[in-house]
């Protein structure tokens, strides 16, 4: 399983992202995929998770990010994304996605594979 995180970089607070993780083919069908982020010095903070049955995507998300991040895919494409929206000074993290087990899980603990990260720095 190999995961590619991309699509951060500087934008204004109030401002949107879409964050992208590319993987290998079948991964978004056998595992489910979390996005977490972390503050240097910090251990990794879960933000989302889903787990696709057919185009059906069960989903959780963090309570602090509810209502601002929002997971999708684009199945032709191999590629989940994470929609942040009302960005603020203290999203500024490195952002990563990570392919799990058979269940949605918030724990970092329970997914195997990680990609890179990628930096997302929100300008106040």
């Known amino acids: 399983v190999q995961l590619q995180a991309s699509g951060g970089g500087l934008v204004q607070a109030g401002g949107s992202l879409r964050l992208s993780c590319a993987a290998s083919l079948h991964t978004f069908s056998n595992y489910s995929i979390g996005w977490f982020r972390q503050y240097p010095g910090k251990e990794r903070e879960f933000l989302a998770a889903?787990?696709?049955?057919?185009?059906?995507?069960?989903?959780t998300y963090a309570d602090s990010v509810k209502g601002r991040f929002t997971i999708s895919r684009d199945k032709d494409k191999n590629t989940e994304y994470l929609q942040i929206d009302s960005l603020k000074p203290e999203d500024t993290a490195v952002y990563y996605c990570?392919?799990?087990?058979?269940?949605?899980?918030?724990?970092?603990?329970?997914?195997?594979?990680w990609g890179q990260g990628t930096l997302v720095t929100v300008s106040s």
């Open positions: 990570a392919a799990g087990g058979a269940y949605l899980s918030t724990s970092s603990r329970d997914y195997a594979y």
């Open positions: 889903v787990k696709w049955s057919g185009s059906v995507g069960s989903t």
